[in-house]
T-cell receptor
Framework: DAKTTQPNSMESNEEEPVHLPCNHSTISGTDYIHWYRQLPSQGPEYVIHGLTSNVNNRMASLAIAEDRKSSTLILHRATLRDAAVYYCILNGNEKLTFGTGTRLTIIP | DTGVSQDPRHKITKRGQNVTFRCDPISEHNRLYWYRQTLGQGPEFLTYFQNEAQLEKSRLLSDRFSAERPKGSFSTLEIQRTEQGDSAMYLC????????????FGPGTRLTVL
């Protein structure tokens, strides 16, 4: 599976937007970009996924670069409940290959 | 609650003992996955089922590990002759059936091998 690169950690103030970057320079044409998050002491939770176009859902937005070599997960208004580890995953086959993700800390 | 459930949530065992974990997926999901997560790391894929057929196994799944999904419903993961290195969180997930479908994870079973 192609590899993703994410910052180890990020901080954001409560009620402000958060932009979580992910680099995936070796992405293949059929790889979907998935984002999951894992809150403390819970299993991972699906956030959003996309292929080429930007995507929006109730949780977040996903902005995908035109060359697809990077993407950004956008939380429009962070709350304390958004504190979690966020994983960017290229889904080229059945299994999910998690990296170490970005630990997001929300500052009240 | 119609989410993925796992039992037990916690298991403490002595080295050399056998343990078995159960996962109940979301009822209409035909894909079921097992992952393992150690502290500070992301989950690692172990194996997955399409209905009752086990379609892929990771190299992480040694001969001491066996998984089943009889009748394509719940699944069990058994570890024989446990070792301290088996201590981890074991996560189960299910999905509707394509790689584009989101996987829904259970809360996990935390195994501690003394």
């Amino acid at each position: 599976d192609a590899k993703t690169t994410q910052p180890n950690s990020m901080e954001s103030n409560e009620e402000e937007p958060v932009h979580l970057p992910c680099n995936h320079s070796t992405i293949s044409g059929t790889d979907y970009i998935h984002w999951y998050r894992q809150l403390p002491s819970q299993g991972p939770e699906y956030v959003i996924h996309g292929l080429t176009s930007n995507v929006n859902n109730r949780m977040a937005s996903l902005a995908i670069a035109e060359d697809r070599k990077s993407s950004t997960l956008i939380l429009h208004r962070a709350t304390l409940r958004d504190a979690a580890v966020y994983y960017c995953i290229l889904n080229g086959n059945e299994k999910l290959t998690f990296g170490t993700g970005t630990r997001l800390t929300i500052i009240p | 609650d119609t989410g993925v459930s796992q039992d037990p949530r916690h298991k403490i065992t002595k080295r050399g003992q056998n343990v078995t974990f159960r996962c109940d997926p979301i009822s209409e999901h035909n894909r079921l996955y097992w992952y393992r997560q150690t502290l500070g790391q992301g989950p690692e894929f172990l194996t997955y089922f399409q209905n009752e057929a086990q379609l892929e196994k990771s190299r992480l799944l040694s001969d001491r590990f066996s998984a089943e999904r009889p009748k394509g419903s719940f699944s069990t993961l058994e570890i024989q002759r446990t070792e301290q290195g088996d201590s981890a969180m074991y996560l189960c997930a299910s999905s509707l059936g394509t790689r584009y479908n989101e996987q829904f994870f259970g809360p996990g079973t935390r195994l501690t091998v003394l």
